[in-house]
């Protein structure tokens, strides 16, 4: 899993040398003392106990979040009004298109889609 640095790495940011001052005036820590948080650790601590997280996002970005959210016990939403391209060069068809990918890549990460009425009651949708 991905792991996200907390401290003073970036090239924009400064070297991290010891000779440099961190925000605030302190010497920034070494790399070995820095606090290391996982990306999955940071969302589980945000969200409150029995809450549940969705993700959507747009255009390039579609794949990377869907995969990182499966990956992260996250479900997944999908449709047109995010993404116009199925692949680089080829419009989107329909929603069935992206809802048929999205679905194949929750089998291939173990985490199968679930049937209509399970989704519904999840979501608290009454049935038509």
């Known amino acids: 899993m991905a792991k996200v640095d907390a401290g003073n790495t970036g090239k924009d940011r400064g070297t991290g040398s010891p000779e440099e001052k961190a925000p605030g005036g302190e010497k920034p820590k070494p790399a070995a003392e820095r606090k290391r948080v996982t990306t999955s650790d940071a969302a589980g601590r945000a969200a409150a ?48 298109q992206l809802v048929a990918r999205a679905a194949g890549l929750a089998k291939i990460a173990q985490r199968p889609p679930l049937p209509v009425t399970e989704a519904r009651s999840l979501l608290g949708i009454r049935a038509r």
């Open 49 to 96: 106990k029995g809450a549940r997280r969705a993700s959507t996002a747009s255009g390039r970005t579609t794949l990377p979040v869907m995969l990182a959210a499966l990956s992260a016990g996250g479900h997944l939403r999908v449709g047109m009004e995010d993404t116009l391209t199925y692949a680089p060069g080829e419009p989107v068809r329909d929603n069935a």
